[in-house]
């Protein structure tokens, strides 16, 4: 079975554009969660979304904004874009909403690079 | 505030060594998980192991484990019989019930180096 997938793999956008990425999850599950890693650090939630509703939202600016498709795949648009949103984007699915134990499978990511 | 601390940037270990990576958490929930998960230069995390807060015993995944302290709120990973494929980063998080949308926060990671 295909795991999660992310496109694209890498980007490079410039200050002021506007951006789309996209997550298909695990066959079955009906929730995707967004998380931004800025080098060095470690994973930061951005979104859940869990049969087509937003279920959770981190503390990121409205420039930031997801959809989730009856298919269960999701987009993150990012809009005016900063030098400061260079950042590797991984998207986790979960079976249902993630709680207790359920595990999050993540994507490889895509990495955006702003200039 | 700090949910996950890693004090940890980076580890050398030898290969076939066991390695511990320390976690401290903060959490005034009592019923919280914690999970460890890998991520290789591929940029997948990978899930390792959970340790549910109420869970009696040390949670145990093949080669990991996990020792739990719950008085300390310290959940550090223990490594046996380091490969080289375990030269990676390795994240600690946590996941507090109490919020709606079930996120996981994440420590600031340890880097894990394994040599032959």
């Known amino acids: 079975d295909a795991g999660v997938t992310q496109s694209p793999t890498h980007l490079i956008k410039t200050r002021g554009q506007q951006v789309t990425l996209r997550c298909s999850p695990i066959s079955g599950h009906k929730s995707v969660s967004w998380y931004q890693q800025v080098l060095g650090q470690g994973p930061q939630f951005i979104f859940q979304y869990y049969e087509k509703e937003e279920r959770g939202r981190g503390n990121f600016p409205d420039r930031f904004s997801a959809r989730q498709f009856p298919n269960y795949s999701s987009e993150l648009n990012v809009n005016a874009l900063l030098l400061g949103d260079s950042a590797l984007y991984l998207c986790?699915?979960?079976?249902?909403?993630?709680?207790?134990?359920?595990?999050?499978?993540f994507g490889s990511g895509t990495q955006l690079s702003v200039l | 505030a700090q949910k996950i601390t890693q004090t940890q940037p980076g580890m050398f270990v030898q290969e076939k060594e066991a390695v511990t990576l320390d976690c401290t958490y903060d959490t005034s929930d009592p019923s919280y998980g914690l999970f460890w998960y890998k991520q290789p230069s591929s940029g997948e995390m990978i899930f390792l192991i959970y340790?549910?807060?109420?869970?009696?015993q040390n949670a145990t995944e093949g080669r990991y484990s996990l020792n739990f302290q719950k008085a300390r709120k310290s959940a550090n990973l223990v490594i046996s019989a380091s490969q080289l494929g375990d030269s990676a980063m390795y994240f600690c998080a946590m996941r507090e019930p109490g919020s709606n949308d079930y996120k996981l926060s994440f420590g600031a990671g340890t880097t894990v180096t394994v040599r032959a």
């Open positions: 340790q549910g807060s109420y869970d009696q």
């Open positions: 986790a699915s979960s079976l249902v909403r993630g709680a207790g134990n359920e595990k999050l499978f």
